[in-house]
């Protein structure tokens, strides 16, 4: 529990954090801490740390605003932010729901956002949210800026698209997501990560779902979309059944993936439950889709950009 | 007996009553709230890791990767060059010093003579976590690069962690004098007889079962500060201990000094559940390295550390059988375990389990019993008791022999039970197995539980809820030992009329300051906020056993009680002299003395007077007592606990709906802390049926060695736990009292392994193994994931 040293340093800005990572030996950015000093502490980190870059004073990296169609989300907003933020929750619900998910309220009020998808790990609840609420992640680095599809993000072992001295700063989600999201998760009764969490964004109009992004963490690595839940989804009729039929199909037979397994609960058992907590996600999913798609005319559009989004 | 069979009301009246005490009320039945709780939830509490000390210095250990090797090679150079490092210690260290440097180990109980567990490995390290090297430094931080710096090169052996493998012929030897690694077989009961009843009986039914391996995660880890005063030679431990005159006495063994030449102080300790009772290498490698480096030391386990090398608990592997007829008579039990004791024998662990056969027929009338049990070696840490100590691996045996015997003679499994209960008036009841039960009235407990959770409406209900999940229902019967051994109890008038209770064992969340202060307020006729409770220091009191084995209310309870009623017929003869009244004549309430004439004198005078001045001709100063108290006999708590359950068949979750606690502890001290004790008890007991297991990889990593991999129940996995009472005293002491501290424990295990037994019996499922994780409930119901 006790880590050795090293240099502590508080960016005021992305671009001083930038440097501070550049010209450090042995550097990582600091966001809420909840990977980064476990790892320090029990000297689990995957290398030597001999610096830490803390974020927190970094302002405009913090909250939730609407930029054009899209939602910003800045990367240090917290999971408490995040669930309760009535802009997520009108326009991407299924992130602010995950977020609520996670871990417990001392948790939901230090971690963020940046720090579970940087951190990737396999059980995290917020990538698979990511990848339903069609998420684009920006990253700022020494020769400027890049963005990244949330499908493109992840990578196996807990890696990702982030490279050595590039920080993510923003996550970005198009209007289409919307409110028709929701998020199921079997909790891992040690560590409290996903051992099976499927996030669903799911839009309807006039009773037939127009578009849906389904994805699951905890059981693969990397989180994965779930295309045939997917595609059994989109165009069928709002009824009490479609969340069932379409869970039938949840696999995590994805290719590049592996499954995620330990004493407690297996991969393959993780797979077998999948349909299960699939179907819980669906089921709020498609219910809140159904009312948002009949109850609100002004969500018509949204509904259209998400038919496009979800054909993608 | 009498039932109290309304918690709320009781409550209600409970606290009526406390508002009376002014008015002379007994406090001893009181749910008083505990006068610990405001310093412990304040942060005002002192902890062992809180102590400190001028100049100290901090110890760390290396601790072995391997589970079974020789030990080649310890190079602590480059560890004592660091800057700060004041010494890296290996065993050749401890050899060399005038210490044996060994935890001792009761050879006299087993089979073979095994050595005990060295201090730091001697040649051969037994289990993944056992101390190699330690190195003391300046600071914590150093202490630990010192460690990181320590190199040790081993050569390998095989591993073996289970306990049925570990005495295979293909097994490796961990030790000379037990070539199949079985330290010790014990037998219980007739083995002839019981033969002849199950080949009389009309069915018999076996239940191969696993009680899980658990690690004692007590919210406080293990630590101890040691100070060496050369001057008078003296060594002060201030340590997390259940047990402080126990381990004085082990640390003198191991340092070879004398136990008058050792402190123990054990202040506030946060948790112990068994495994601070216990004699482990880093208080004592603390206490060795003060004394030879001249300073004080300390030493505090990480999390991953308790977790590597704390003792461990349970690890059986039983078959078992019931002999029963079809009218539902039990004819006969036995059982066959094989227990895991770990890489070394801590103490008596490594002949404790055969004892849990002794409590086998629990609260039944059944005439032949017989367990064998194999106590064996394993390369694993060493496992010791851990609350419950035996006692829930027996009921747990029982308790799921009766519900496979319900079903086998299609017999309701509360009835069966209900027709096998010992009499009430068969006590004192002497078992099969040597164990002689106190007192005991069975029957009301059991209806109370069935009622509590509406029992009958459960059981017609249809077995699948209006949401698919699949519903049961689970009883829990049991019997507990509690009490045993000696305790001392020393009462102390000081001369302002304040009271000192000084008693040899030691709280750990058990309330005893609260406790013995309602007893001795009792007894003794002083006000309750005038009496004080000193526990935990070897030398503020005389001698003394400890806290476990839910014995300190059965025998540190009449220790004060007998202590406090010698002080006050003293203080009564002192007050009849002043008053020039008969003694017999002489009463004492609230601190005030009345003669019949309506002349008084306080208790603070009396005090008073009984250190110098007025009193009886040749009557000795002084107003204290001190009580040596053993129990004539051990008492026996018992009770029933009831289970509502769904189970999810497509995800193999289990939730508790409803839990009913039973529990019959004879005479309640304090309700509120008994209730407390239930709770406490249960939440480890669900973790234990839901999710706790300490699992070694094949290779003897201990593959959960974290909290993030040890699943303990959370809040929201515990359910709401409803606790009744019926009362029956103990007859062997004066209190009426029976320990209740394990009772959660023993009945919660079987209870929701039942229950959901039970709600998948219309699956075809018969049998789950503890810890019922999803998967292993999934299993039960589907088979092999992925097929």
Known sequence: MFPPAFDYRRAGSVAEALDLLAALDDARPLAGGHSLLPALKTGGADERVGAVVD?????????????????VVGALTTYADLASSATLRERARVLADAAGEVGDRQIRNRGTVGGNLAAADPGADLPAAALAADATLRLEGPDGGRSVAATEFFEPDGGTAVADGELLTEVRLPGASGAGGAYAKKTHPASGYAMVGVAAAVKASEGVVTAARVAVNGVTDPPTRLPGVEEALVGDPTGADAAERAAAEATADRDGATLVGDVHASGAFRAEVLPAVAERALTTAVGRARADGDGDAGDEDDADDAGAGGGR | MSLTDAPDEQREADEAAGETDDEGGKLVGQGIDRREDAALLTGRATFTDDADAPRVAHLAFVRSEEAHADVEAVDTAAAEALDGVLAAYTWADVEASDAPGVLPISAEALDCDPPGHPVLARERVRYHGQPV??????????????????????????????????????????FEGAPDNVAVTTDLGDEAATDAAFAAADRTVEVKLENNRLIASALEPRAALAEYDAGSDELTVTMTSQSPHGHRR???????????????????????????????????????AARRLGRPVKWTATRSGNYLAGAHGRDHRTTAKIAVDDDGTIRGLRADTDAGVGGYGLGGGASLPGWYGSLLSSEYAVDAVHCRTRSVFTTTAPVHSYRGAGRPEAIYVTERLVDAAAREVGMDPAELRRRNLIDPDAFPYETPTGATYDSGDYEPALDVALEAVDYEAVKAAPDRDDDGRYRGVGLACMVESTGSGFETGLVRAHPDGTVTVYAGTHSHGQGHGTTYAQIVADELGVPYDDIEVAEGDTERVPTGTGTFGSRSTVVGGNAVAESAADVREKATRIAAHRLDADPADVTLADGTFSAPDGSAVGFADVAAAAHGGDRPAGMPPGLEATTAYESEATAYSFGTHAVEVRVDADTGEVDVETYVAVDDCGERVNPTILDGQVHGGVAQGVGQARSEHAVYGDDGELLTG?????????????????????????????????????????????????????????????????????????RAIHGEPGR
């Open chain 1, 55 to 71: 974020l927190s004073g970094i302002e405009r990296l913090d909250g939730v605003s609407v930029d054009g169609g899209e939602t």
């Open chain 2, 706 to 778: 974290s909290m993030d991999r040890y699943a303990l129940p959370r809040a929201a996995s515990v359910p709401h736990v409803e606790t009744r009472a019926t009362v029956t005293p103990s007859p062997h002491n004066d209190l009426g009292v029976k320990g209740i501290g394990e009772a959660g424990t023993i009945a919660a295990p079987p209870a929701v392994v039942n229950a959901v037994l039970d709600a998948l019996e219309p699956l075809g499922v018969d049998s789950v193994d503890m810890p019922l994780t999803d998967e292993r409930v999934w």
């Open chain 2, 250 to 288: 082990k640390l003198s063994e191991t340092l070879g000094l004398p136990e008058r030449s050792i402190r123990v102080v054990a202040p506030s300790v946060g948790g112990g559940f068994g495994h601070k009772g216990h004699h482990h290498p880093g208080e004592a490698a603390a206490a060795w």
């Open chain 2, 133 to 174: 090297a330690a190195v003391v430094a300046e600071d914590r931080y150093t202490a630990r690069d010192g460690v990181e710096a320590v190199e040790v090169s081993y050569d390998p052996r095989p591993a073996v962690v289970d306990p049925v493998e570990a005495r295979g012929a293909d097994a490796p030897t961990l």
